[in-house]
């Protein structure tokens, strides 16, 4: 069966400082995978997604980055925080043609 | 612009009756529409789906009803448990994409 991880659960980290924030897929070759944020209050807002390795799509500007060095592996990159980047992220993925997506338990960020 | 709608924040149901969940769209391009469900700090977990070339789907307590001149959908849960309150989410499919737009959801609380 296939199993989808996120780590760190929570992060507290300071304005300016870095992020990484890593998923990675068990019990499937060549998922699509997506970073989605979800602010306070707010839905499920699409960030970034990928159909395959190197292959990234951003859907808003923002000050957060997005790789996939592995097939199922994907990374959510910042160089400097801001406060507006705090919230619970999660990644989800999805066979290729669409249909269900799958998510990740998340990760609470907080930036102060 | 919000192309799923979700405009009802918050929904109290006693336990044992019927909770509806109501959920419109603008783009007369998606074809697949799917409903999450999402404890607090959790990922959101898949519910029901239904093609844009039916108007119902049933899986056990939980039915999805789309009227796709209305460009509406809902999802119907018959009887209501105490745990089903969460927040739920539809989510629609632009044809022949991958990727998934939220409703910003609803919050279902089911009480005794």
């Known amino acids: 069966s296939q199993t989808i991880h996120q780590w760190p659960a929570t992060l507290v980290q300071p304005v300016g400082s870095p992020l990484s924030l890593e998923c990675t897929v068990e019990g499937t070759s060549n998922p699509n995978l997506y970073w989605y944020r979800q602010a306070a209050g707010r839905g499920l807002q699409l960030l970034f997604y990928?159909?395959?390795?190197?292959?990234i799509s951003s859907e808003v500007p923002q000050n957060l980055s997005a790789s996939r060095p592995q097939d199922r592996q994907f990374i959510l990159s910042s160089k400097k925080l801001l406060l507006s980047d705090s919230g619970f992220y999660l990644c989800?993925?999805?066979?290729?043609?669409?249909?269900?997506?799958?998510f990740g338990p998340g990760t609470r960020l907080t930036v102060l | 612009d919000q192309q799923v709608k979700q405009n009802s924040p918050s929904l109290r149901v006693q336990e044992g009756r019927i909770s509806i969940l109501n959920c419109d769209y603008t783009?007369?391009?998606?074809?697949?529409f799917l409903w999450y469900k999402k404890y607090p700090a959790e990922g959101p977990t898949f519910l029901i789906s239904i093609s844009s070339i039916k108007d119902k789907n049933e899986d056990g307590r939980f039915t999805v009803f789309l009227n796709k001149s209305a460009k509406h959908l809902s999802l119907h849960i018959v009887p209501s448990q105490p745990g089903d309150s969460a927040v739920y989410f539809c989510a629609a499919r632009t044809y022949n994409t991958d990727k998934l737009i939220f409703g910003t959801g609803t919050r279902l609380q089911v009480f005794p």
């Open positions: 989800a993925w999805a066979t290729g043609g669409g249909g269900e997506q799958f």
């Open positions: 783009n007369s391009m998606f074809d697949y």
């Open positions: 990928s159909v395959g390795i190197g292959q």
